[in-house]
């Protein structure tokens, strides 16, 4: 890493630079700290002076940074900077490869975070009146549901949750009831706007997390 | 004797050429160029380059090119396909969304006239990438309209191109309202070699009572007349990965912080693919009359 900054700068053209390089060691190491950093740097009469600055102790790891100048060059210089600080890692830069990119992170790079930073936006704002308990399978759980054609507020239903299925802003759970005689599963959006409120009533004991079983035990057990 | 008659009429073509109709220029244009180029063919001495009344022409009468780009609606822009969720309307309703992002790009490189090139379209560039990643004609190119290296350029073709200069930056709140109908169009999904049922949407044949054709294609022509296939007969063959486009989609949302344009319905290709979201074509209300 330190390298290969230095390489970056060495490819800019001439030039007083100043570099900074940061290296993390986890192993805390006692007496002077050598960074042995080469070049091949093509400036015409400028050579690469490095600086130490003195290195800070964080909680696990101990942290050396590295200030580069280039004041007069040579073809290829080499230099070695003694770390006179107290605590200060031994690092021993031999040119590190970059860290390997596969194809299908370099396409969406730059975007990749806006479908979360969406499905936050959208969860918050959407939970924002309401309070929306924390469903699992196994809950018992009654809601009052609108029904947009209708226009009524009633529609209280009723159920134990079979499955929850988590998807951002479209997470679902569903519900299974056995409404006279027959056996009834209903699918809800956990964030949609129709649901007014939602409420655990109780909570049975399942080693789960989809309850399909359930479709082909008796009625009793779907019932609540 | 050959050259003195290409000169003369040359010569007097240029002032009709500069102040006529384009399309009696061209009647004109083709006479007396196609008479000027027998002589030139006759005389073996003449070696010397058009004339230069031939050379003030129209790019594209002069040399007999025809423009076949169509006409956007529109200026559009370019994209990048993010992914896609659920949005929920007012009403309740989940409606499926694309979420279209935009990356470093959608500046103007050239803005092409009728004068310079023969027709009237703005070139977009998109995408920065690295020096490396392209040649040095195209750095050239960019860096004419002071351009950062851009990977794709693409072209809109409008009856006016007033108002864009080289180097302007296009941002898509005001390109696009919510409740807008855009197209978008990008590479589809290559599915490979497929057969006919999927690429065409052949029925299969029985799967049993002795049936030996499931996925086959069936009859593929007549008998002794034509006693050939005809050609554009659906067969299989390679599908997916083309170009494809995607009609009268609503603009659900412009995010300008997040610099996303989101879009009911889906648009071709996966995450990261490149869109092209131009105002949707409605017959009878904006394409423009070529």
Not at chain 1, 147 to 170: D, T
Not at chain 1, 191 to 217: C, G, M, Q, T, W
Not at chain 2, 11 to 40: D, K, W
Not at chain 2, 201 to 215: D, E, I, L, V
């Amino acid at each position: 890493m330190a390298s290969s900054c230095l390489r970056q700068v060495a490819a800019s053209p001439a030039g007083f630079k100043t570099l900074v390089l940061s290296s993390t060691s986890s192993k805390p190491c006692r007496g002077a700290a050598h960074v042995k950093v080469q070049l091949a740097c093509s400036f015409r009469g400028s050579a690469l002076r490095l600086a130490v600055n003195a290195s800070q102790k964080s909680n696990k790891h101990t942290r050396a940074i590295v200030a580069a100048e280039a004041v007069a060059e040579t073809a290829e210089v080499e230099a070695e900077v003694v770390v006179s600080a107290d605590e200060a890692p031994i690092v021993e830069v031999e040119q590190p490869e970059a860290p390997l990119r596969t194809g299908k992170s370099r396409k969406t790079k730059g975007l990749k975070n806006i479908m979360e930073t969406l499905h936050k936006r959208a969860i918050e704002a959407a939970t924002e009146g309401k309070n929306i308990p924390d469903i699992r399978t196994g809950d018992i759980v009654q809601l009052r549901v609108e029904v947009p054609e209708n226009k009524k507020r009633v529609s209280l239903l009723r159920g134990i949750c079979i499955g929850r299925q988590n998807a951002g802003i479209h997470t679902t759970f569903r519900i299974r009831r056995v409404i006279a005689g027959v056996g009834v599963e209903m699918v809800f959006p956990l964030y949609s706007p129709n649901i007014k409120e939602i409420k655990v009533i109780d909570k049975r004991k399942v080693r789960r997390a989809k309850l399909f079983y359930l479709r082909d035990k008796i009625a009793r057990l779907s019932s609540c | 004797m050959a050259a003195a008659i290409v000169s003369v009429s040359s010569i007097c073509l240029s002032p009709s050429s500069s102040t006529s109709s384009p399309a009696q220029e061209m009647q004109s244009v083709v006479s007396t160029r196609s008479l000027s180029f027998q002589g030139l063919r006759a005389s073996k001495a003449l070696q010397k380059p058009l004339p230069v009344a031939v050379l003030f022409q129209k790019p594209s009468l002069r040399k007999g090119v025809t423009i076949s780009m169509s006409y956007e609606a529109g200026m559009g822009v370019m994209g990048t396909k993010v992914g896609m969720m659920t949005y929920f309307t007012d009403v309740g309703e989940a409606i499926p969304v694309t979420v279209i992002g935009f990356r470093e790009g959608n500046v103007v490189t050239q803005v092409k006239t009728d004068l310079t090139d023969g027709y009237n379209s703005v070139q977009i560039g998109y995408r920065r990438v690295r020096d490396r990643k392209l040649t040095k004609p195209e750095l050239g190119h960019l860096s004419k309209c002071g351009a950062v290296p851009l990977r794709h350029l693409q072209e809109f073709r409008l009856t006016s191109v007033d108002g864009f200069e080289p180097g302007q930056k296009l941002s898509i709140d005001e390109l696009f309202k919510e409740g807008d109908l855009v197209d978008v169009s990008g590479n589809s999904i290559g599915k490979g070699f497929q057969g006919g049922i999927k690429r065409w949407n052949f029925r299969r044949g029985p799967m049993t009572h002795g049936s030996k054709s499931h996925r086959q294609l069936g009859s593929i022509g007549a008998g002794t007349t034509p006693g050939r296939v005809y050609p554009g007969k659906k067969m299989p063959g390679r599908m997916g990965g083309t170009k494809t486009k995607i009609r009268k989609l609503e603009v659900i949302k412009v995010d300008t912080e997040l610099r996303t344009l989101i879009v009911k319905g889906a648009v071709p290709g996966k995450a990261g693919n490149l869109l092209r979201i131009a105002p949707a074509k409605i017959v009878g209300k904006n394409i423009p009359k070529s």
